[in-house]
């Protein structure tokens, strides 16, 4: 059985490399005892979202419908011949994640499934599902029980997980509108989007950013640079999108290099040892 518990996370580790080179660099840069159980949450969240994003020519809410109930028979039974589940579920089991967790999870990926109208309400339940769960669950592993030190790191876990997702959705507008009929930011219409629409949606962003730093310091060490990491490359991000009129950002995907990347990755390495962060 380690065997196979050892191969299904190896093929985690394979998806995470071949779709997130940011996140790859991130995690990294973890304490090694946290690799293995953070590729094996990306692998999960990665496929739920290939289902519901890329697989145009298949039934997508039969996918959807079968992976979840796979997931939490993998949860419940400790065991799946799906590699990414079998990793998925040895996390879940091992470090005690909410299962409410996937299941908000796994409502926000079944909304990209129909046509949504985001008004205030539903943007927050789908953020929440969709990105500030994800960092609850590796919260979850960072904190390794220690569920006072949990609470006290959740309402910064969120914000992260939520800035995260509204930078990629400034990022995405033009390719999920146009390829996916999408529009995530609530009271936006893409036909009338200008500087002022974009200017109020930094400035949330903004926030997220900032309420979420005080909870990167406050992690545990051997955590804490792999995801302050994450957070300086997508507020390099961010800060980018924000120099780009609204037109750009209808017209073209915002990227950071990779060798800014490898940059930042030096840089806060630097900052680590220094103990600036």
């Known amino acids: 059985m380690e065997l196979f518990k050892d191969t299904c996370l190896k093929c985690s580790k394979l998806i995470t490399e071949a779709y997130s080179t940011s996140f790859t660099l991130g995690i990294k840069t973890l304490h090694r005892k946290f690799h293995a ?16 994003d890329t697989f145009h020519d298949y039934d997508k809410r039969k996918l959807l419908n079968e992976f979840s109930r ?10 799946s011949l799906n590699p990414v589940l ?37 943007y927050k339940e789908y953020i929440y599902g969709s990105a500030e769960v994800v960092g609850l669950m590796c919260l979850k592993v960072f904190c390794e029980g220690d569920e006072a030190l949990f609470e006290r790191l959740r309402k910064p876990a969120c914000s992260l997980g939520a800035a995260f997702q509204k930078v990629n959705f400034l990022r995405d507008m033009q390719s999920d509108y146009k390829e996916r ?10 036909k009338t989007f200008n500087n002022a629409s974009k200017e109020t949606i930094e400035a949330d962003i903004a926030k997220d950013f900032k309420d979420a730093y005080a909870g990167i310091l406050a992690l545990p060490r051997s955590a804490r640079m792999g995801v302050y990491l994450a957070y300086v490359y997508y507020l390099k991000l961010f800060r980018k999108i ?23 990755l030096l840089g806060s390495y630097v900052r680590y040892q220094l103990n600036a962060i």
Do not use: W
């Not at 590729?39 to 289902?51: K, L, P, T």
């Not at 998925?88 to 129909?114: H, T």
């Open 37 to 52: 159980p953070i590729y094996a949450i990306y692998g999960f969240v990665r496929c739920a979202d290939e289902i519901v």
């Open 70 to 79: 796979q997931t939490y028979e993998a949860i419940e039974q400790g065991i």
């Open 86 to 122: 079998h990793a998925f579920q040895c996390v879940v089991n091992e470090y005690n994640i909410d299962r409410a967790y996937i299941e908000a999870f796994l409502k926000s990926m079944a909304m990209d499934l129909d046509d949504h109208v985001y008004d205030p309400a539903l």
């Open 181 to 190: 009929g999408r529009v995530y930011f609530p009271a936006v219409d893409i």
């Open 242 to 264: 924000k120099h780009l009129p609204a037109t750009h950002i209808l017209n073209e995907r915002v990227r950071v290099p990779d060798n800014t990347k490898f940059a930042l």
